[in-house]
C-alpha cells in the first residue's frame, strides 16, 4: 500500500484494547483543531474536531482532548478494530484564517 | 467527504510536459485547496481559492499554477513537469461557516 510517511511515529495495539494518539500542536494562537484518519491510498477523513473553549469531546469510540496549558492534543480510540489501522493526523487553526497547520502523523496499527 | 472528486487519480508523464488535475466539487463550499504529501513531510500547501477567480499561494507553490472560473472546479497545472513533483496531490474543500476541510481521493502524480 501507500505509504504516507516513511519516518512517521507508529502505535501498535491489540484488536480490542483502547488507543491513544499524541499531536503537540504549535500556536497558542490556535482556536480550532482537528483530527483526520487516512487510510492506504485514500484521502484523509474526517473524525472529530474540537474547538478551544472545550478541553474535551466526544463521538462516536473516539474521545478527543485538549491541554492548551501545555500546547497537546489527544485522540483516543475506543474498543479499536482492524478497520481503524490508519494514519492519524492532527490539524490546528485559528478561527477564520482559513488555513490548517497539519501535523505529521501517526500510523496506527492493529494486531490480531 | 463534501461530494468531491479528482481527476485523473493516476498519471504518468515525461520531464517537461504539463500535467493539468482537476478537482470537483459539489457542495458549493467556497474555499478549495491543492496540497501535495510526500514522505517525511506531510501535507503541503499549495495554492488555494478564497472564490471564483481569487487564488493565493500557499508555502509550495513554485512550479504550479491554479486557475478557479467557476465555484466547483479548481485546477492545478504543472507548467513543465520535474521529477520533484511525483506526489500525490490532494484536493481540499471548506465551507464558508466552517473551519473545517474535506478531502477529495487523491491523484497519484509520477513524473519520469
Known amino acids: 500500500g501507500e505509504s504516507v510517511g516513511l519516518h512517521l511515529p507508529t502505535l501498535s495495539v491489540q484488536e480490542g484494547d483502547n488507543s491513544i494518539i499524541n499531536c503537540a500542536y504549535s500556536n497558542s494562537a490556535s482556536d480550532y483543531f482537528i483530527w483526520y484518519k487516512q487510510e492506504s491510498g485514500k484521502g484523509p477523513q474526517f473524525i472529530i474536531d474540537i474547538r478551544s473553549n472545550m478541553d474535551k469531546r466526544q463521538g462516536q469510540r473516539v474521545t478527543v482532548l485538549l491541554n492548551k496549558t501545555v500546547k497537546h492534543l489527544s485522540l483516543q480510540i475506543a474498543a479499536t478494530q482492524p478497520g481503524d489501522s490508519a494514519v492519524y493526523f492532527c490539524?490546528?487553526?485559528?478561527?477564520?484564517?482559513?488555513?490548517?497547520?497539519f501535523g505529521q502523523g501517526t500510523r496506527l496499527t492493529i494486531n490480531p | 467527504d463534501a461530494g468531491i472528486t479528482q481527476s485523473p487519480r493516476h498519471k504518468v508523464t515525461e520531464t517537461g510536459t504539463p500535467v493539468t488535475l482537476r478537482c470537483h466539487q459539489t457542495?458549493?463550499?467556497?474555499?478549495m485547496y491543492w496540497y501535495r504529501q510526500d514522505p517525511g513531510h506531510g501535507l503541503r500547501l499549495i495554492h488555494y481559492?478564497?472564490?471564483?477567480?481569487?487564488?493565493d499561494k500557499g508555502e509550495v507553490s513554485d512550479g504550479y499554477s491554479v486557475s478557479r472560473s467557476k465555484t466547483e472546479d479548481f485546477l492545478l497545472t504543472l507548467e513543465s513537469a520535474t521529477s520533484s513533483q511525483t506526489s500525490v496531490y490532494f484536493c481540499?474543500?471548506?465551507?464558508?461557516?466552517?473551519?473545517?476541510?474535506?478531502f477529495g481521493p487523491g491523484t497519484r502524480l509520477l513524473v519520469l
Open positions: 481540499a474543500t471548506q465551507a464558508r461557516s466552517q473551519e473545517t476541510q474535506y
Open positions: 490539524a490546528e487553526t485559528i478561527q477564520g484564517a482559513q488555513k490548517l497547520v
Open positions: 481559492s478564497y472564490g471564483v477567480k481569487d487564488t
Open positions: 457542495e458549493n463550499h467556497r474555499y
